[in-house]
């Protein structure tokens, strides 16, 4: 039989192991996005690989899946064909796709020759990092997705590789 000793014992380590695992879980959560930090975004606008302005106000007014990328991160890479399919597909919905490529023109120009993306780039540079984290992305990890709605408003955010159950619940948001 265990002692009371062996029990309090047991019973701070569960306590331990308790509270690391909500700490771990809750530093991985997507943060609240800070006042302001929509509007900012709002009001961006970034060379396209070729030199063509992309501006994020001329996205208002219908939903807009933005995805944060790079070329030298291989779970961005193996998502663009699935975001590039979203786009196809939901774009006489109304939908719209951007990507913010955290990464260098020439490198995304010489990525798009191989895997040519029917939605606009942006390159955001490693600046991108940071308008992420002012998006909620509070690891500055990649790849990283936004949805906003047709107001501007952010819907959803999301760490890490879309999936095609991510992509469906968000269509049925727009």
Same mark, same amino acid.
């Given at each position: 039989?265990?002692?009371?000793?062996?029990?309090?014992?047991?019973?701070?380590?569960?306590?331990?192991?308790?509270?690391?695992?909500?700490?771990?879980?809750?530093?991985?959560?997507?943060?609240?996005?800070?006042?302001?930090?929509?509007?900012?975004?709002?009001?961006?606008?970034?060379?396209?690989?070729?030199?063509?302005?992309?501006?994020?106000?001329? !996205?208002?007014?219908?939903?807009?899946?933005?995805?944060?990328?790079?070329?030298?991160?291989?779970?961005?890479?193996?998502?663009?064909?699935?975001?590039?399919?979203?786009?196809?597909?939901?774009?006489?919905?109304?939908?719209?796709?951007?990507?913010?490529?955290?990464?260098?023109?020439?490198?995304?120009?010489?990525?798009?020759?191989?895997?040519?993306?029917? !939605?606009?780039?942006?390159?955001?540079?490693?600046?991108?990092?940071?308008?992420?984290?002012?998006?909620?992305?509070?690891?500055?990890?990649?790849?990283?997705?936004?949805?906003?709605?047709?107001?501007?408003?952010?819907?959803?955010?999301?760490?890490?590789?879309?999936?095609?159950?991510?992509?469906?619940?968000?269509?049925?948001?727009?």
């Amino acid at each position: 039989m265990p002692t009371r000793r062996t029990l309090w014992m047991g019973g701070i380590a569960v306590a331990a192991a308790a509270a690391g695992g909500w700490l771990s879980w809750r530093r991985l959560q997507p943060q609240a996005v800070p006042g302001g930090a929509e509007a900012a975004f709002w009001a961006g606008a970034y060379d396209g690989p070729n030199g063509e302005v992309v501006r994020v106000a001329d !996205f208002l007014g219908r939903p807009l899946l933005v995805n944060f990328w790079a070329t030298w991160c291989p779970p961005c890479v193996e998502e663009l064909p699935l975001l590039n399919a979203f786009h196809l597909a939901h774009k006489a919905r109304g939908w719209q796709v951007l990507g913010l490529a955290v990464d260098q023109a020439g490198a995304v120009r010489g990525f798009m020759q191989k895997l040519p993306l029917n !939605f606009p780039v942006g390159m955001a540079g490693f600046a991108g990092t940071e308008l992420s984290r002012s998006l909620g992305n509070a690891t500055g990890a990649l790849p990283f997705s936004v949805v906003f709605g047709a107001s501007g408003a952010l819907l959803h955010r999301k760490i890490g590789k879309v999936s095609e159950g991510d992509l469906t619940q968000w269509a049925a948001l727009g």
